[in-house]
């Protein structure tokens, strides 16, 4: 039960400081932290989101940010998508999924080394190594 | 960079599409979609990256609550560990959102890529 609490503090605090969604630490930590397979961990990831999207859309609607319009239709456009998804990773073994998610892992990794390296260089342009 | 002024038509078409992709992305995964919602948002529909990502945000409450009723049919829901893991996190987020105005996450951002980088190879050799 810590355990669980421990990863959601955790996974939220990142999510709020990098802007990278809860998910992608909530299957890892389910796995690993507190052994559910890949297939209850995606489930159970989902359903942790939705209270994570709802305070992080209410926060953001207060600035304006968030276009309801758009937010609305992309929003009913996934549903089909989405179903379609859980069934796709329900047809795959825990393993390929596993490792498939692994991968995910490491892309969303280099995509934030790629974004820390750039905001570097805005911030220190003299900083290239040509010097 | 440059943004086409479009048809209303292939501006419903594109929604369309990120949609699709992020429902399909967020099933498989177990993600709420933003990694494949908000660069598309800003590269297809010309969105600067504030309402990029909170347009995201409010998009993944109706593709995770879907995703995860589906994934109820098929019994993997394990709803205590949800509520133990959702709530946190919500407390998680006021405060990195707090931090991130207080600090530089440059090296952050390369701590946790190491942090993802050493989960994937535990879940591939495990």
Do not use: F
């Given at each position: 039960m810590i355990g669980a609490i421990a990863i959601g503090l955790a996974a939220g605090i990142v999510a709020g400081l990098l802007g990278v969604g809860g998910g992608v630490l909530f299957v890892p930590g389910l796995v690993?932290?507190?052994?559910?397979d890949q297939h209850q961990a995606e489930a159970t990831s989902l359903l942790a989101i939705v209270p994570v999207a709802i305070v992080g859309t209410y926060t953001q609607d207060r600035y304006g940010h968030v276009r309801r319009a758009d937010a609305l239709l992309l929003g009913v456009l996934s549903l089909a998508g989405a179903a379609a998804g859980v069934v796709l990773a329900n047809a795959l073994s825990g393993a390929i999924l596993r490792d498939a998610f692994a991968v995910l892992m490491m892309l969303v990794a280099a995509q934030l080394v790629r974004r820390a390296l750039s905001e570097q260089r805005l911030e220190n342009p003299g900083a290239d190594g040509l010097d | 960079m440059y943004v086409v002024a479009d048809a209303p038509g292939s501006r419903s078409l594109k929604l369309m599409a990120i949609g699709t992709l992020a429902g399909l992305f967020s099933g498989l995964f177990g993600v709420g979609g933003g990694t494949v919602i908000v660069p598309l948002l800003i590269l297809w529909l010309g969105y600067e990256e504030r309402s990029a990502t909170a347009t995201s945000l409010a998009a993944i409450i109706f593709i995770a609550a879907f995703g995860a009723g589906v994934q109820g049919l098929y019994g993997n829901v394990n709803v205590l560990d949800a509520v133990l893991i959702g709530v946190p996190a919500v407390g998680g987020v006021v405060i990195g959102t707090w931090l991130q105005q207080r600090l530089r996450t440059r090296s952050i951002s390369l701590l946790f890529a190491a942090v993802l980088v050493a989960s994937a190879i535990e879940l591939i050799v495990r």
């Open positions: 690993i932290l507190l052994g559910l | -």
